[in-house]
């Protein structure tokens, strides 16, 4: 351990159990991380540059190996410096906890000196009698509302290391309290930032650009890296373009020419879950159904009218006979309650092909409209395709102020998906299989609401009772 003090790149050879049982694969780490381990020793080693901050930025595709690298390096940092000091973030808890902590834990099991780490689920320490406090790496969620824990990341006259996972989301002012960490003296300080670089604002980004002085910088494209699922990859290709910002992010490792890659912002949803709607009562009614089957996801029905949403029911296991009666019976409530939907829109790709069959055999053909979100969209220079049309229409409407559940789980399905641009600049909203490869569930009650703008009604004034009737024309009025 001594003799590897300095020298990363050795240790992870010596440590780790190449080419036996869960790594019977592989002969050790992958080229771009033996760049890395050997950079990281390589300023160690020179007492010139020793006790000078190492700060290394490397932005990626999916699928290269970052967790495993960060998994060696702490596994390495720690046990070869007495008393080192270790804080791990990354851009969500969720990200932390289910995806960062239990790499580094197996590759610690992995290890031939297993035995002298307490692994914990918020913590790993060093078995060692009276140094449980300082000799340590935590795993701490970033909130701007409390920094202290990276205000106090000093570690005088020893070893610091802190990582950064998925940076591109870790706020600006903890980049910035971070910072405080760099000015102990006589100490090894080293700043690992790791990530697809999803956003092209930050300080993420400026490790590329305006601080890239001070920075190790790698951009590593997945198809270049040895292990990586080349066929998947190239199925990305085919269906985003290589030149879109879906492509750049998660493939190529560049960042997106968009600003930002939300598409609905957080704090416009928190406001519609607070917003109470009024004057919408005369204005169309139109029911809508995201259909699943089994599995994770879930059968979502719900309605909007003007600038009001609500949920019917969320069912999950549900055959799509038993969807299809729900529909109906929601169909019929609202007509005995004197307050009937003037549209029915259901999503027609997949099982919900059913459902649509079933209600025109059933007698439910007038008002029901079948959705498909990979249709050309009706503005085709601006959106990708109809679903990404129709969820721009409801980020607008949200913006705008509008009246939805207050539903956490709504909140989330409505602020998670990405968006980047196409390679003819058109809008392109992440697919729900992709939000999945991220650890994310899928939007289904965001793409109920949303499918209730892939029709626009304008009003019939000829009979006493008001009707609407399908006009293929956007109506502002029916939004209002």
């Not at 239990?102 to 009276?130: C, I, Q, Y």
């Not at 409407?397 to 998906?417: S, V």
Request: with cysteine.
């Amino acid at each position: 351990m001594v003799r590897l003090t300095h020298n990363p790149l050795g240790y992870a050879y010596y440590i780790f159990p190449w080419g036996e049982g869960e790594l019977s694969s592989s002969g050790g780490p992958r080229a771009w991380q033996k760049e890395v381990l050997k950079g990281i020793g390589d300023h160690l080693k020179n007492p010139a540059t020793r006790h000078e901050p190492y700060r290394i930025a490397i932005a990626s595709g999916h699928g290269i190996g970052k967790s495993s690298l960060i998994s060696m390096i702490i596994a390495w940092a720690l046990p070869t410096c007495e008393d080192c000091k270790i804080i791990v973030t990354a851009n969500t808890g969720t990200q932390l906890s289910t995806k960062t902590v239990p790499e580094v834990n197996k590759w610690l099991r992995l290890a031939r000196n297993r035995d002298w780490f307490d692994v914990k689920a918020t913590s790993v320490t060093m078995k060692d009698p009276g140094h449980e406090k300082t000799w340590r790496a935590d795993f701490i969620p970033w909130s701007e509302n409390n920094t202290e824990a990276f205000q106090g990341a000093h570690n005088v006259g020893k070893r610091i290391l802190i990582v950064f996972d998925e940076a591109s989301g870790v706020a600006d002012q903890i980049w910035d309290v971070t910072q405080g960490a760099l000015t102990d003296e006589k100490t090894e300080i080293i700043w690992l930032a790791f990530g697809n670089p999803t956003k092209n604002t930050g300080r993420f980004r400026e490790c590329f650009g305006i601080s890239k002085h001070r920075w190790k910088t790698l951009q590593i494209d997945s198809r270049e890296v040895e292990g990586t699922n080349k066929t998947e990859i190239q199925g990305w290709v085919d269906d985003y373009g290589e030149d879109s910002d879906y492509v750049r992010v998660r493939v190529r490792g560049e960042f997106p020419r968009a600003g930002g890659n939300q598409l609905i912002p957080t704090d416009a949803v928190a406001r519609a879950r607070r917003h109470v709607a009024t004057d919408y009562f005369s204005l169309p009614k139109v029911l809508s159904c995201d259909v699943a089957r089994y599995g994770d996801d879930q059968t979502v029905i719900g309605w909007r009218q003007g600038r009001r949403a609500d949920f019917c029911v969320k069912l999950r296991g549900s055959s799509t006979n038993q969807v299809t009666e729900r529909i109906i019976q929601e169909i019929e409530k609202a007509k005995a309650a004197k307050e009937p939907y003037d549209a029915w829109v259901i999503d027609g790709d997949g099982f919900g092909a059913a459902v649509v069959d079933q209600l025109e055999y059933r007698g439910y053909k007038d008002g029901l409209f079948e959705f498909h979100g990979g249709e050309r969209a009706q503005d085709n220079s601006k959106y990708f395709n109809r679903r990404a049309e129709c969820w721009g229409l409801m980020a607008d409407w949200i913006k705008n102020g509008a009246q939805i559940p207050d539903d956490p789980e709504l909140e989330k399905d409505l602020t998670e998906p990405l968006y980047g641009f196409s390679n003819k600049q058109q809008i392109q909203l992440e697919k729900k299989e992709d939000m999945k490869r991220r650890g994310l569930s899928s939007p289904d009650s965001g793409d109920m609401l949303a499918m209730t703008f892939s029709v626009t009604l304008a009003e019939r004034k000829t009979r006493h009772v008001t009707e609407y009737v399908y006009s293929g024309q956007y109506q502002q009025g029916w939004m209002a």
